[in-house]
């Protein structure tokens, strides 16, 4: 893609490296970093998380609460899979826009936008529910205990 700057010549836009989350036109990449030392070493992947009452299949983009789906855009979703990826970690407020907007200019009131709605369909802070912290001005972290399953459903 080339574009003419204010100076009138043309230049080579060429994306960032640290913006490349692996998404490609079909669609994000199937392999997630979503398995633990001890199950990567047992060669076995997990097919599911599950934390609280709610079990995520990461691949399916898909949420449930019980047998129930949950309400929840893709945007939303790939936050929760970000966050969970990285349970425990600080995770930026650019970290998770380079991830869930690769190559896109967006607002961070996005960002604010669709956490507020993940917050929500998760009802973090009530009922003794605590999944997601926010750091002001840093980022987020997930905090919930979380379980790996393997594609039958049994911890890990």
Same mark, same amino acid.
């Given at each position: 893609?080339?574009?003419?700057? /204010? ?11 640290? !913006? ?19 199950? /990567? ?5 997990? +097919? ?47 970290? !998770? ?53 393997? +594609?039958?459903?049994? +911890?890990?």
């Amino acid at each position: 893609m080339r574009s003419i700057s /204010a100076f009138g010549r043309l230049e080579q836009f060429h994306p960032e490296p640290r !913006l490349d989350t692996g998404h490609t036109v079909q669609g994000p990449v199937s392999t997630r970093p979503f398995v633990s030392q001890r199950a /990567a070493s047992a060669g076995v992947t997990p +097919a599911d998380v599950s934390f609280g009452p709610f079990r995520l299949h990461p691949t399916q983009l898909l949420l449930l609460e019980g047998d129930k789906p949950v309400c929840l855009g893709s945007r939303a979703l790939e936050i929760l899979i970000a966050l969970l990826e990285r349970r425990g970690e600080l995770v930026s407020k650019q970290d !998770l826009m380079a991830r869930v907007w690769p190559n896109v200019f967006v607002e961070p009131a996005n960002l604010t936008v669709h956490m507020s709605a993940l917050r929500r369909a998760l009802r973090d802070g009530r009922d003794g529910h605590r999944f997601i912290v926010n750091i002001p001005g840093r980022g987020y972290c997930f905090v919930g205990r979380v379980d790996e399953l393997s +594609a039958n459903g049994e +911890a890990l």
